[in-house]
């Protein structure tokens, strides 16, 4: 195999061979050979030390007067040039990758904070003003217990166990509920990250569900405790025609609220199920109501309340008739259920340039102020041993505002304690169809 050379160490080797023939040379003319050899290798090694003087305006490009290097300089100078150039561009790359990071995490909802190993933020997110009371970069060199002054969060960050995130309200708006994230940075472990998310949403639903199955399971119970206590009494001897018939009047009085209660759970659990109102076809509101006020003087029975049909516009609206037969029942119902006998419920249709109007009158005993805005909430009633004699099953209103709902619809309430109420759904006027 055949040796070659670099080209930059021919070079090297051809100045230094011709400044060793230079000082030959002057040396036999001047028969002084060793000092000129010597004066050679002296004049070799002023180029390198000159070379050397100029290498970092070689590579700052600024000498563009002197000899260009040759030899092994030449070499040195294009090596130090490509590494700079490649670590050059290498930076870039990086501060362009930074920044795109930066930039995300930026537009991020969830706060991001970097904590030092002191417990100072280093960096951290716009969110983080929000959400934590940390704002970049005011809050540069700050400690997180001071800004986000919480027992249980300073607890937990000294506690060093970061394996459950934390749930906590927000030392920004105590409003908002915070679940936070901590864990070390993987490249530098004596630093945190912290990632704080607002769950607010979540965790009100969720204590909203728990809340819920609890006052359903409780509703559940007390029937069937009566039932299966006077079922007891009735299986344990012969009891007489009257205590037989007063016991299975009670059971089945409180089989059907039951039977009441799981139909109305089913009702709201259809509705909440369907984003949007099943159909949307054009119901006749003036039949509707003549068929509900009909049903109505069947519950009304005995108590013989006296029911006005004010029909004012002929309008129907486009819906879903099958919804709003309930949603309007229920509002009839509630108002016989909460009504004195003999006394008089109006529903009233009306459509003007604001859209259409239903709305059911009473003379009973009223709500309230403090209970009207939960009144849709589910199972929530203003007198809960009042309301199971009349019949209700606390889901009613809370039926009537999600078909509302689904037919762009709100229920207003109007109620004063001994004055009456009246409850008004209002629809759009891109409901109210012609028939
Ligand atoms: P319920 O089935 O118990 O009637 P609703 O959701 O229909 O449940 O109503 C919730 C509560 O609102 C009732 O328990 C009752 O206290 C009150 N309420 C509803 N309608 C009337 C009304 N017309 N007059 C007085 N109180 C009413």
Redesign the pocket.
Known sequence: MMFSMPNHWREELRLFLGIVLIACLAGALSGQLLLCLLLGLLVYLGWHVFQLARLPRLLAQKDQQGPSPVGLWKDIVRQIREQRDSSQSRRLDLSYELDSYRNAVNTLPDAVVILDPAGRVDWSNPAAGNLLNIFWPDSRGRLLTDLAPDPVLAEYLAGGNFATPLTITSPANRAKILSIFMAPLDHDVSRLMIVARDITREYYLDASRRDFVANVSHELRTPLTVISGLSEQLNMGEPDPATLQRSTGLILQQASRMSELVS?LLTLSRLEMQQESAADEPVPIAELLTTIVEEAHTLSGAAQHVLQLDIRSPEGLRGNAKELHTAFS??V???I???PNLSEVTIKWLVDHEGAHLS?T?S????AAR?IPR??E???????S???D???????????KHILEGHEANLE?I?SVGG??T?TCHFPPERVTSL
């Open positions: 109305d229920n509002l119902s509630n108002a259920r909460h009504t059911v009473d009973g005993e009223g709500i209970h009144l849709t589910r199972l929530y009633r203003v007198d809960a009042h309301s199971r009349t019949g209700g099953t606390g889901l009613g209103l809370a039926i009537v309430i109620s009456g109420s409850f």
